[in-house]
C-alpha cells in the first residue's frame, strides 16, 4: 500500500498541476457556493464550499510537497481564501437582507470584517518577524462553523434546522475574539523582545 502511495505522489508532483490551480479551483468553487446560496440550495452550497475550503487548504501542502511553491503563489493562496471565505459570506448577507433580517445582516459583516482582521494580524505579526496565529478561530474552524450553518440551514434538507443564523452569530463573535487574541499575543510578543 505504501508503494502505490507513493508513486501516485510522484506522477501527481510530475504532472502539470500547480498549486495555483488548486487555489483558483477552490475559488471557483466557493463563487459555486456563493451563487447556490444566494439561490436559496443552501445544502449544494454547503457541499460546494466544503469542498472548496479543501482546495484552498490543499494548495498550501501540495506547493510544499511538491517543491512547485513560489513567492506569488503564497500571496495568490492568502487572497483567494479571504475572497473565497468573503463571497460566500456576502451572499449569505444577501438572503438575510431579502428576507428582512437587519440584525443577521449587521452580524455577517461584522463576521466578514473581524475574518480578515484575524488573517490580517497573522500576516502582519509574521510581517514583525513574530507569531500571529493563536486564536480560537483560525480559518479551519471558520469554514466549520459556516459550513454547519449552510447544511442545516431551515430548507437545506438536513433536517427541520435553523442553523445558519446561529453560525453566522457564532462566527462573528469568535472572529471578533480571535482578533484581541492575537493582538494580545503579538503585543507580549513585542513587549518581551
Do not use: C, W
Not at 18 to 44: C, H, K, M, R, W
Not at 177 to 185: A, E, G, L, N, S
Amino acid at each position: 500500500m505504501g508503494a502505490r502511495r507513493e508513486a501516485a505522489r510522484s506522477r501527481l508532483i510530475e504532472s502539470r498541476l500547480t498549486p495555483n490551480a488548486i487555489s483558483l479551483t477552490g475559488l471557483a468553487l466557493n463563487v459555486l457556493a456563493a451563487v447556490l446560496v444566494y439561490q436559496d440550495e443552501y445544502f449544494l452550497g454547503g457541499v460546494a464550499f466544503i469542498v472548496g475550503s479543501i482546495m484552498d487548504t490543499l494548495d498550501g501542502r501540495y506547493s510544499r510537497m511538491s517543491g512547485k511553491g513560489t513567492a506569488f503563489g503564497a500571496f495568490l493562496d492568502s487572497t483567494l481564501d479571504r475572497v473565497s471565505e468573503g463571497v460566500v459570506l456576502a451572499a449569505v448577507a444577501a438572503q438575510f437582507a431579502e428576507a428582512g433580517d437587519d440584525f443577521a445582516v449587521a452580524a455577517t459583516v461584522i463576521a466578514v470584517l473581524a475574518s480578515v482582521m484575524v488573517s490580517y494580524t497573522r500576516a502582519r505579526a509574521e510581517a514583525l518577524g513574530v507569531k500571529g496565529d493563536v486564536g480560537i478561530a483560525p480559518r479551519a474552524i471558520r469554514v466549520i462553523i459556516l459550513s454547519i450553518g449552510l447544511l442545516f440551514a431551515k430548507g437545506a434538507g438536513l433536517g427541520d434546522f435553523e442553523l445558519l443564523e446561529p453560525a453566522v452569530y457564532v462566527l462573528a463573535v469568535l472572529s471578533i475574539v480571535t482578533v484581541f487574541q492575537r493582538i494580545f499575543h503579538v503585543r507580549a510578543q513585542l513587549r518581551d523582545a
